[in-house]
């Protein structure tokens, strides 16, 4: 038995926590039908997070709280439900007269095979499932080679991309590709109802996090000279706006526009994203390999106490064990540091990247499984665009050049430059070496490749 009187419209929130600039709530909102928006708690998800105090949880639930002010300000409500994606969808069907779902894509394998049992699921009860682009500027299948085929260089896949922008832009000089749906102007057009309640962080099994999350706001002069500071550990000088892309809570379409227009280094960025999350759209394999497969005989050294001094950041290289733990402290790592302890890991000791990319998937608060996964492959030396296998990051040469005085190391190390400080668990020359034959041995003739 319906609870809803009347056939309404399903929002379904995933990565695009915000009410501006929304593609699918925009055409929920143009639908003719009221629209109730809503978002799962999925529980396949949060049943797989070690940490109580997971401050992405933290982050979604307070996303979900200002969502929900917001809406009942409009006189509307947000439906929150806690459990399986495709339990909670039997549930509302039960409960609601539903003629029409919409939602944003999402691009990762397992988004895919939900989306697609729970598009069954709706098709078989004769109600529409609308999905829309928001995520990304640019889509899997909308820059690719003139034959057809995926881009797996991100030069060239670069220059596709920034062509493809030019030729959608009109008089004004603004992109196509960059236009805005004002969905904040529609909201008159939600279904009227008094508020649902929303479960507590306790209801869902979590803590309250302590970690502050960066602000959404950044100031114009970061990103005017991103190309001139990013590098830099010490210094603010990159966005910080990773956590807020992951989940949505800005628009990528208007954090673009803005890039295209003060600094196209920091532009250039927002590409890679677009760029492997193609990578992924077209080549799943990366989730639980290497992009490139010959890459599997390498024979790792997984020493199990050496990963723990990585994790802790108590490796005796200071630029690695600063990144570690400020990664430990934060949910943060500065992005050229996070290649040299990637490096790091993967070369000079001779982990399995993928452990690192799991540590990194526990802690990060911006974890994107496309963006980690791509940067992972590219330190070890198996994804796209990778670096020579032999080429081996110096820890020390790039302290040098980018931490020259060490303000960010004595930051995260303080006991650095005393007797206290842990002594280097590896030599580098002796690893570099190690590493460029276990390298050759592995791949073979392949190795000069």
Known sequence: ??????????????????????????????????????????????????????????????????????????????????????????????????AEVHTNRDYEPTAIERDNAIGEL???????????????????????????????????????????????KKENGESFYFKAYPSEDNLDKLLQTTAFPMPSLKDIGFQRSRIQIPRQEVAAGIIKNYHETRDFPAILGTSRLGIHFRFGTISIREKARKAEQLNTTYLNELIWRDFYSMILQHFPHVVDGPFRPQYDAIQWRNDQREFEAWCKGETGYPIVDAGMRELNATGFMHNRVRMITASFLAKHLLIDWRWGEAYFAEKLLDFDLASNNGGWQWAAGCGTDAAPYFRIFNPESQQQKFDSKFQYIKHWVPEYGTPKYAKPIVDHKTSRERCLEVYKA????SASE
């Open 122 to 168: 709706l098709a078989a009860n004769g109600i529409g499932f609308h999905t829309h682009k928001d995520h990304v500027i640019f889509e899997g299948n909308e820059v690719v080679k003139d034959d057809g085929k995926p881009y797996t260089v991100f030069t060239p896949y670069s220059r596709k991309w920034k062509a493809k922008l030019e030729s959608g």
């Open 1 to 98: 038995m319906s609870s809803s009187k009347k056939k309404i419209a399903l929002f379904w929130f995933r990565r695009d926590l915000r009410l501006h600039d929304n593609a699918s709530l925009y055409h929920a909102l143009k639908s003719g039908y009221p629209v109730l928006p809503m978002f799962v708690l999925d529980s396949d998800i949060l049943s797989k997070l070690q940490d109580p105090t997971d401050a992405r949880v933290t982050f979604i639930h307070d996303s979900l709280t200002n969502l929900q002010t917001a809406l009942t300000a409009q006189k509307g409500s947000l439906l929150v439900r806690h459990g399986k994606p495709l339990d909670v969808w039997k549930s509302l069907l039960s409960e609601f007269d539903i």
């Open 442 to 445: 592995g791949l073979g003739p």
